[in-house]
């Protein structure tokens, strides 16, 4: 069996990396034909131990799926993860996802932190790994129980398997003599120093201590922990030492100021008369340094922290209080003067600590491994996909960022931005997704939200048939002229109002608007407004079909992105510009909607063609990779994968329903859905856009991880691209009675 474990490593100077460390050579005693490799996570440069064979650059994404390319094309038969969130990139460490979900083996997942209030990435993130996850592993009971209240998530897949501990044979009193501590009653900490730890609760505790105790020393063994003194620099450390200089504390209080070796923390451990973790709050789910001090047989006093509360159960430790510094004065004058309370302690701990050795627990993790069957495909969870198990549609966030003038055009997280105002291409975007959610979604309110849009359009139109598009809070237009795209895309929602709409003044209205603009259609020069425009041409022929003059308006507005095409494409890039950018779906769709009106075979045909050539960009193992617009995708050049946007989303829904109408190949129905369910975290970083909360969608994928602003374009897109699917789903249904 080969094993490739994702996660920092030693000599980095951190508790995942030691822990990782220690469990591969556990493991490595009951099974010496396994290979196991590490995948680190490295925040620079670091001289590796040759079981490394790749380093992740923990801040660029493309690093984790190049491992996971890496691991997937050189036999690994299993993935172990040690999840902690920030030793990974991205918000809350999202770049995992990146890895994890490209993977074709099974994936086995050590938790060592699990947050019982976890912000929306944080909560998103953990729920996906679980999702992909074979087996589950967390090191406390605690832990299981935030997985069920807090995360929802089926916990037949979890297992329990407490943090392995060195095996401690050291005599107590060798110990002391070989640290320099003879003649010491020892109370030790170690770990790494930060606000959290609550140090100073036990620098306070003991100037009463000392008055019983005059040889007590109370050694602090850690350094500073890397991100605090990045922020922070020294300051708690000076700032616990000025409180042994105010309490007179110097000759009972040592910093050892080091990441100490094993070996070290052994002798340290064992030569310590009493063990304490004062921390300061009770959010810690697993605390390998407790579990060191439990397994060496300590007398440990501890705060009540999740962790310490299991582990020091049925008498193998005593619980103060939260900062109780008085308290914490009493149980340490207690335990050092009653060496048969002290003895107790130790026996109990020590007991239970055997279970806890690296060589039973790399037993336990050994005899997982060999259950896990190594293909990925028995992994998957269904994969199926119905109408019943799209989200509610909802007109709530629609709502929200529409009041009497329009709908605006941002909003910060889910809360309209009224500063930027509003811009007729989401206007636009809002009349057509009302018009076609008419028939499965109206509600009391949809005539309101037509008149709206539709007079919102009519303000902005000119004399000359163009169109403003943006329009500050006080109604003040920024521009002379708008930008061809919203020219197109209102004519496309104009069009859909002459087919859709019942009402004759609506109608009349919307004629009006379309027919003063057509004079401007032969003078569109970007790609996109022409698609747009073919699209409204092509819903107004649905209901005028013998008009010969928008015929060949149409055909006129195609023969454009022909000659685009032509101009632009060779063997190996066939498609109408020099670059992939934004929307791209909607060339390949405006020539598929044409092709009934026109009936030219070669225009159906440069439309599936070019379709293909656009998937073979932005389709990776049936799901939707797409284009970010951080970087246009150029021949011969790496696809950015940041700032990926729901609109082109929307495109490629729209793009292969119409194919499957042309067709009726099935392929285009499943990627059509396949491409909606980017939105529910189909997606490279595996996140949903669509906010079951605030029934809007985030603003797209960036190299942070998910934009959780929710403004009117990827909620109007969502939208556009649900009423496609679920009008789909239903045709489809019909179709097959």
């Known amino acids: 069996m080969k094993i490739a474990y994702i996660s920092t490593y030693l000599p980095k100077e951190c508790g995942i990396a030691t822990f990782t460390s ?211 620099g020294e300051e708690y450390r000076e700032y616990l030492g000025s409180l042994v200089e105010t309490y007179q504390l110097q000759e009972h209080v040592q910093f050892v100021n080091s990441f100490v070796s094993q070996a070290d923390l052994v002798e340290y451990l064992c030569a310590c008369d009493v063990y304490v973790t004062p921390y300061v709050n009770e959010a810690q789910i697993t605390s390998g340094t407790l579990s060191y001090a439990i397994g060496a047989g300590a007398a440990v006093v501890s705060t009540p922290y999740w962790h310490a509360k299991e582990l020091l159960a049925d008498g193998r430790g005593v619980l103060v209080e939260f900062k109780n510094s008085a308290k914490m004065a009493e149980v340490l004058k207690n335990l050092f003067s009653n060496l048969d309370y002290r003895t107790t302690l130790r026996d109990n701990a020590r007991i239970f600590g055997k279970e806890m050795t690296w060589k039973n627990i790399g037993l336990r993790y050994t005899r997982i491994l060999d259950k896990i069957i190594p293909t990925y495909d028995s992994l998957k969870e269904n994969v199926g996909f119905s109408k019943e198990e799209m989200p509610k549609f909802s007109w709530k966030h629609i709502d929200r960022l529409t009041n009497q003038v329009g709908i605006l055009q941002h909003a910060t997280y889910s809360l309209p931005n009224y500063k930027e105002g509003y811009c007729l291409d989401d206007n636009a975007r809002a009349l057509l997704v009302t018009l076609l959610a008419q028939q499965d979604f109206a509600d009391k309110r949809l005539d309101r939200r037509i008149s709206t849009y539709l007079s919102y359009i009519y303000y902005h139109q000119r004399e ?75 819903e107004y022929l649905h209901h005028q079909s013998n008009d010969e003059v928008m015929i060949e308006l149409m055909r006129a507005l195609i023969g454009k992105l022909v000659r685009e095409y032509e101009a632009s494409s060779d063997e190996n890039w066939q498609w109408f510009e020099a670059v992939l950018s934004y929307d791209n779906a909607i060339l390949p769709y405006a020539l598929l909607t044409a092709y009934p009106f026109l009936n030219d075979e070669t225009i159906k045909q440069l439309g599936l063609s070019t379709l293909k050539f656009l998937e073979s960009m932005t389709v990776q193992n049936g799901a939707l990779s797409l284009v970010g617009n951080q970087e246009w995708a150029k021949q011969g050049k790496h696809i950015s994968k940041f700032g990926q946007q729901p609109l082109d989303v929307t495109a490629m829904v729209f793009m292969y329903r119409e194919a499957f109408r042309l067709t009726n190949k099935k392929v285009y129905f499943t990627r059509m859905i396949a491409s909606f369910r980017w939105f529910l975290g189909e997606n490279d970083l595996r996140l949903g856009l669509y906010d079951e909360e605030t029934k809007g969608c985030c603003d797209g994928l960036e190299s942070y991880g998910i934009n959780r602003n929710q403004g009117a374009e990827s909620t109007l897109c969502f939208y556009l691209a649900y009423i496609v699917v679920y009008r789909a789903f239903i045709d489809n249904d019909q179709d097959s009675r």
């Not at 209030?117 to 993130?125: L, S």
């Not at 859709?500 to 569109?524: C, D, I, M, W």
């Open 22 to 232: 220690d469990l591969l050579h556990a493991v490595a005693l009951h099974n010496q034909e396994l290979t196991q490799h590490v995948f680190a996570v490295a925040d620079r440069d670091y001289v590796y131990p040759s079981e490394v064979v790749f380093k992740i650059d923990q801040h660029r994404q493309l690093s984790y799926i190049e491992a996971a390319n890496y691991i997937n094309e050189n036999g690994y038969d299993c993935v172990i993860l040690e999840h902690e969130y920030g030793i990974f990139g991205g918000n809350s460490g999202i770049y995992i996802l990146s890895l994890i979900n490209a993977l074709h083996i099974p994936l086995l997942v050590n938790f060592h932190t699990i947050l019982e209030k976890p912000n929306v990435d944080e909560k998103a993130i953990l729920i996906e790994i679980v999702k992909r996850a074979s087996i589950v592993i967390v090191m406390s009971n605690y832990a299981i129980t935030l997985l069920k209240s807090i995360y929802r998530v089926n916990t037949s897949k979890v297992r329990l398997i407490h943090h392995g501990v060195p095996e401690f044979t050291l005599d107590h009193e060798l110990a002391k003599l070989k640290k320099g501590l003879s003649g010491k009653k020892v109370l030790l900490t170690f770990g790494f120093l930060g606000r959290n730890k609550g140090i100073e609760m036990v620098i306070e505790s003991l100037p009463e201590v000392v008055k019983d105790e005059p040889d007590l020393l109370y050694l602090v063994v850690g350094k500073t922990h890397p991100n605090v003194l990045a922020h922070s």
């Open 464 to 538: 000359d048939g163009l169109f403003h598009n943006f329009m500050n809070f006080q109604h003040s237009f920024l521009d002379e002229v708008g930008s061809e795209d919203s020219f197109g895309r209102t004519i496309w929602a104009l069009g859909v109002l002459l087919r859709e709409t019942k009402l004759t003044s609506y109608y009349q209205l919307g004629h009006e608007l379309f027919f003063r603009a057509v004079p401007n259609f032969g003078q569109l020069r970007s790609n996109r407004a022409i698609a747009y425009t073919v699209l409204g041409i092509a």
